[in-house]
Nanobody, 123 residues
Framework: EVQLQASGGGLVQAGGSLRLSCAVS????????IGWFRQAPGKEREGVSC????????YYADSVKGRFTIYSDNAKNTVYLQMNSLKPEDTAVYYCGANRMGCSAIEELYDYWGQGTQVTVSS
């Protein structure tokens, strides 16, 4: 059974940091792209970052470039999203997803999703 388990969310003040984790099971980690998306209240889900585990290639949305870093631990089948210099506008439920097509912010390409983890950034 394919499972993605997102964790690491919480409440943090503006300027603070959080690290999200996406633990993957039920499929071979290599060859898949793991992406992070977020959805704020009243807004559509948006792609934040993704990584192709086989070669480490990454994508970042403009809104998070220079502040967020995505990386993978292939031995643990886990992808991390290190979020620094957090802003109130980063507040959202963060989801991780997996696909075999490629690193993309297009959520329709993703075949599997984990449950969300809430990130709240106070001003």
């Amino acid at each position: 059974e394919v499972q993605l388990q997102a964790s690491g969310g919480g409440l943090v003040q503006a300027g603070g940091s959080l690290r999200l984790s996406c633990a993957v099971s039920g499929f071979t980690f290599d060859g898949y792209v793991i992406g992070w998306f977020r959805q704020a209240p009243g807004k559509e889900r948006e792609g934040v970052s993704c990584i192709r585990s086989s070669d480490g290639s990454t994508y970042y949305a403009d809104s998070v470039k220079g502040r967020f870093t995505i990386y993978s631990d292939n031995a643990k089948n886990t992808v991390y999203l290190q979020m620094n210099s957090l802003k109130p506008e980063d507040t959202a439920v963060y989801y991780c997803g997996a696909n075999r097509m490629g690193c993309s912010a297009i959520e329709e390409l993703y075949d599997y999703w984990g449950q969300g983890t809430q990130v709240t950034v106070s001003s």
